[in-house]
Every structure is written in structure tokens, then in C-alpha cells.
């Protein structure tokens, strides 16, 4: 059983201290970013396979998402204020529960030390134009969990492309990995699949390489 299966185990099981502690021990000799990258996030991917293929139930997903929460909470790096020069703002579409990545994301982008506007999932179109009307971010990240969330996710980068604040928009979450992804096309917007390529992008505007990020 390899690390993010046994938290992922963990989550599932409603362990909180066991997780937090595991989480503690993994972060001895692991960054941050690994932490996100190689621990949390294939272990809420492998959550959602699970509910996907009806191996777990709805309130276990539930449970597992909340004690990953917490954890995420309880371990979350806050080394910087969010004073930064440039602001960031992150939120799921409308129709979108899913936030833990997000929450992982906007801690990437606080720890640059961007102003962070944390919006939490399912946030309607309107109301996200209005407010990077208001607020001018510089960047505005999506997220995205499953197949059909795809659509959702294109209209938003494209009507913030359209829109008068003109941040960058990146896309990501586990929707973006998936097969059915490579038929969509969304024109302006920067495909971030995986957290490494995140934090080349906040820190040079490029990415590692075409296989982790890539426009549209």
C-alpha cells in the first residue's frame, strides 16, 4: 500500500488524528508542494474513483472530503500575508461541490505571497464576472472534478477572456486529466494538470514542459 493510499484509507475511515498525524510525519521530510502534489491529491483522486464506480457510498465520500479538510486545515502553511502585489482569485463553478484542491491551490498561491480570494466551489457565472469586475484580480483559477463539469469550466474561461478585468485563467482539478478532456478546447486559458506545473507558473508565468500545462 503506497503513501496516499493509506491516508486516502484514513479519510474513509473518518481518522482524523491518525491522518493529521501521518500528514505531520510525511511533512518531516516532504515540502509543501509534495505534500499537495504526491499525497493529498491521489488520495482524494482515488476517493472519487471510488464513489464513481459505486465502491463507496455518497456519506463516506462526504466523510472522507471532511477529514481531508481538516487535515489540509490543520497543516495549512501561512508563513506570508496576503499583501502581495498581485491577487488571485479561486473558485469552482456553479454545479461544482468538489474543493479541496481548491483549497490546496489558493495555499500555493498565498505562499507566493499573492492576495488570495478564496470563493469556494460552486460559484455562479455572474457573480464571479461581478466580482473580478470590482476586485481587478490578476489571476482567476477554476477547478474541476469530474467529466461533465468540462463545459462549465470552458464557459467561464472564455467569458472571463471576454470580460473587462482580462486576468489570466487557469484550469484545473482531476477533470482536466481525464481522456475526455483532450476534445475540448478552451481558447486563452492555461491547462494546469498537475500542482508542480502550478507553482511554475505563479513563479514564471510558463510551465514545466507541454505535458503538465499547456494553453489553449
Avoid at 493509506?6 to 498525524?21: I, P, V
Avoid at 491577487?87 to 461544482?96: L, N, Q, S, V
Wanted: aromatic content about 8%; charged content about 25%.
Amino acid at each position: 500500500m503506497n503513501d496516499s493510499t493509506q491516508l486516502s484509507d484514513f479519510f474513509l475511515q473518518g481518522q482524523e488524528e491518525e491522518a493529521l498525524k501521518y500528514v505531520q510525519n510525511f511533512l518531516e521530510t516532504h515540502s509543501y508542494e509534495q505534500l499537495y502534489g504526491k499525497l493529498l491529491t491521489p488520495a482524494m483522486y482515488r476517493i472519487g474513483e471510488l464513489w464513481e464506480q459505486n465502491e463507496i457510498s455518497v456519506a463516506e465520500e462526504h466523510l472522507a472530503t471532511a477529514v481531508c479538510d481538516f487535515v489540509l486545515s490543520a497543516t495549512e502553511l501561512r508563513n506570508k500575508t496576503n499583501t502581495g502585489p498581485k491577487k488571485a482569485m479561486i473558485f469552482g463553478p456553479e454545479g461544482e461541490e468538489h474543493y479541496i484542491g481548491l483549497k490546496m491551490v489558493a495555499a500555493m498561491f498565498r505562499e507566493e505571497g499573492y492576495e488570495v480570494r478564496y470563493m469556494g466551489p460552486n460559484l455562479p457565472l455572474d457573480s464571479a464576472l461581478e466580482l473580478a469586475d470590482e476586485w481587478q484580480p490578476d489571476v482567476v483559477a477554476l477547478s474541476g472534478a469530474l467529466a461533465h463539469r468540462l463545459p462549465a469550466l470552458k464557459a467561464y474561461a472564455e467569458a472571463f477572456a471576454q470580460s473587462d478585468s482580462k486576468p489570466a485563467v487557469l484550469i484545473g482539478g482531476r477533470a482536466v486529466t481525464l481522456s475526455s478532456f483532450a476534445d475540448l478546447h478552451v481558447k486563452g486559458a492555461v491547462i494546469v494538470r498537475e500542482l508542480g506545473a502550478l507553482r511554475e507558473w505563479i513563479r514564471t508565468g510558463k510551465g514545466q514542459n507541454d505535458d503538465t500545462l499547456s494553453t489553449g
